[in-house]
């Protein structure tokens, strides 16, 4: 079974900068289109950034537009999560995802995660 393990997070100021890479392993990683989602304390977890299997094409949600860019290298196994301009309501538990059915923007929809990484900006 496909193993997802997210690394990076940390507590950051306001404005500040951090990148989130996912490592998976037990597949192949060109095989899946991934992505981020985040969990803040009480809250849903919510859709952040997809990618397809080749990184043609990324998706956003919009309150992080402009701000987070997804990315991957199928050669490293390895996707990521660039996060510039941070807030603090971006503050939450960013976990990595593969392989959606359905709706990528639903959390039900995909199959594989990983244990989260915690994110915290400071104001």
């Known amino acids: 079974q496909v193993q997802l393990v997210e690394s990076g997070g940390g507590l950051v100021q306001a404005g500040g900068s951090l990148r989130l890479s996912c490592a998976a392993s037990g597949g192949t990683l060109s095989s899946y289109p991934m992505g981020w989602f985040r969990q803040g304390p009480g809250k849903e977890r919510e859709f952040v950034a997809a990618i397809t299997s080749s990184g043609g094409s990324t998706f956003y949600a919009d309150p992080v537009k402009g701000r987070f860019t997804i990315s991957r290298d199928n050669a490293k196994n390895t996707v990521y999560l660039q996060m510039n301009s941070l807030k603090p309501e971006d503050t939450a538990v960013y976990y990595c995802?593969?392989?959606?059915?359905?709706?990528?923007?639903?959390?039900?929809?995909?199959?594989?995660w990983g244990q989260g990484s915690q994110v915290t900006v400071s104001s």
């Open positions: 995802a593969a392989d959606p059915d359905g709706d990528y923007k639903s959390a039900l929809a995909w199959d594989y």
